[in-house]
């Protein structure tokens, strides 16, 4: 069974940082995909950046630069570092991980297998 649990989310004031984590599963195939979505208050859930088993990175076309996705070096959790924070980031935020298929693949906004829990961040003005 994969857990993924997210933690870091809290309340910032407008221009302060965060840095969400979230304990993914460490799979030694490529082809696996890792994302953070977030559902702002009373709106749908929607993406905000993706990682593939290579590192590369993808960014939803409305999140601005000052979002960051990574991986440590163990591969063992999902960092998203939010810079700047203003109140429109207020969301609650959930880290996603889709299972490796063998060989590299463009990973989907849609259909990740495992979520974790959710993490509040407000941000105020």
């Known amino acids: 069974q994969v857990h993924l649990v997210e933690s870091g989310g809290g309340s910032v004031q407008a221009g302060g940082s965060l840095r969400l984590s979230c304990t993914v599963p460490?799979?030694?195939?490529?082809?696996?995909?890792m994302a953070w979505f977030r559902q702002p208050p009373g709106k749908e859930r929607e993406g905000v950046a993706l990682i593939d088993s290579d590192g590369r990175t993808t960014y939803a076309p409305y999140i601005e630069d000052r979002f960051a996705i990574s991986q440590d070096n163990a591969k063992v959790t999902l960092y998203l570092q939010i810079n700047s924070a203003k109140p429109e980031d207020t969301a609650t935020y959930y880290c996603a991980a889709d299972p490796p298929v063998g060989g590299w693949r463009k990973c989907p906004w849609v259909n990740y297998k495992y979520w974790g829990q959710g993490t509040q961040v407000t941000v105020s003005s």
């Open positions: 460490k799979w030694s195939y490529s082809g696996y995909c």
